[in-house]
């Protein structure tokens, strides 16, 4: 037998900038033709988006070439909507120096960021992100993705954006549940890295309810740098990136068994309770916090009660096929205290055993939350 | 406006091993093992491989889960297969823990490949593969995809193997005609990169055409030595990975307008007279070389007839897709002489008049090759 070795180029070292600003869209498509000059330019957004004045501010007088997700939101976050999308782009002949624009909220980033990863093997794509889910989270980092029948983002790549342009004028358009949804990834940032943060949103949390500006632009930079240092450690998630999932294990879980009814804020929010459980149970303490966070998701308007469609049989079915399970059974992120992470032998993902993973379950059940 | 900078880390210098050999596919499973302990292991094959011996001779008396893509062919490389892989697999509550092996031709490797690339944001792939034409060029060089209704790889990503196994004796089940049609990838690389290796081909014609052991072990090290080295100077085809187009710019467009009734060998053998006739055109020489070419082809019992049933209008149209068209006109590939590419101011994929262009069209429509 003979052996032929095929070596992998070492790629450079790279970035992406995030602009975060308050009424700057007029401007963004200027600066993408500057950062990248001669790639025919596609819009990805959604039916919500193209009600709004965004668009219009965004393209200004020319006519790009788009596509407009419909219905929006996660219904249409499946392969049936990238197919569409790419035979759009085939059809105006794009070539593999066309770059793809998302404008809209997570679901329009993670199918835009899909399609730009999988078109004709591969081409840029820049996130301009218009929900507080987005701002905060699924524009930056690079994950996408698409649904299957059976789970969430079952399609999907790593493919970091070229630019990320987050414009806070745009969170004024959202309704207040979508808007309020989306705060509770601020409110994870806050607990896996920042304590300081947690408090400055529990007290500034009528600005930001008000779309203040200011405090809008303040907590876009701090989820941005939270979630930066984050994935520049570890792009791959293969151990510290997995502390951005604190409260998504069972948040993805229930979300998905409510068939996507309940928004992604609101599930999480769920799964944050049932992490602050899990710490109890594992004699973490914790108490007071988990009365804040009550309290902070009561202000937000956001009910920790799980559908009474759910059972515990469906959530323990969905959790084996958590993608990032190790033998059919997931791991858990865990707070030591607010602002730090519970690091054991290394590993930020822990092994929880079952018995208390389902005890759990059954008090979200119980739904006297 | 606020700037944040996310620092993409540089990705280590990495390699993968091509393993060549004669009936060793009975080794292969334990070597995977070796290779990603821990993964679970997840095979995809097609119903042609399925009724040989091949399959047995890898799997042994493990039951490894798996797919078997029916129909085999082209007609089923498109994005309804991949889905119903991705399904099978979430259905098998694999996480991204898992690994998947593809053991056939070029569709399965481009298919298995794409699916181990989006999976859950990406898994480890092994190609193993049993056609002339995958073990010649598609399993090398990370290339994967599906077609889309309009036109070849619409959907695809670069994603390198973990491991390729290349044993020759799977070539043995192959018929006649795709046995024939794969070699031409090897006259390609002979024509692009080895003077001498294009005069072994035509001397040891009869040997290859016999299917003896040794004359098949020097073609695939061969290949692959040709192949690696163009890969791993431009791994994503930004210029030299180009020159492995050659002959593919008419060849691919002719095999989509014949509906993909024209194997991709005899396909390509008609884009590679193609480009030889351009080459002619600009004063580039090669009268001898297209007469040994025709007479090769001859001897692989391979038309160079374009099928009566494509329009000149059809291939202009299917080339202004071309995945590498810049401004919807594609840049060709071109020989200085047997053995070496045309570079012009360091770019090995160049512009060629569309009048040029359209008169060798003319030649392959009047059907007298």
Known sequence: MQKIE???PSCPKNSYTIAV???FLPAVLGQIKKLLPGKELFLITDANIAKTKHLKKLTGLCNLYRYVITPAGEKSKNINTVTKIVEQMEKKAL???CAVIALGGGTVGDIAGFVAAIYKRGVPVVQIPTTTVAQADSAIGGKT???SSISKNAFGVFKNPTAVYIDVSTLKTLDDKQFNAG???SIKHALIADKDYFDYLQKNLSGILARKSQPLEYIAVKNCRIKASVVENDPYEKNKRRILNYGHTIGHTVE??????LLHGQAVAIGIIAANIIEQKLGLGGEERLASLKKLF???DISLKVPKSITKRQILDIISRDKKAVQKWPRFVLLEKTGKVLCKNGQFALQVERKIVEETIDILLNRNL
């Not at 998905?256 to 009814?261: L, M, R």
């Open 6 to 8: 095929v070596k992998i």
């Open 21 to 23: 600003g308050d009424e």
């Open 95 to 97: 070539g593999r120096d």
């Open 298 to 300: 009561g202000r937000l």
């Open 183 to 185: 705060l509770v990834e």
């Open 145 to 147: 993705g698409v649904d």
């Open 256 to 261: 998905s068994a409510s068939n996507y009814k």
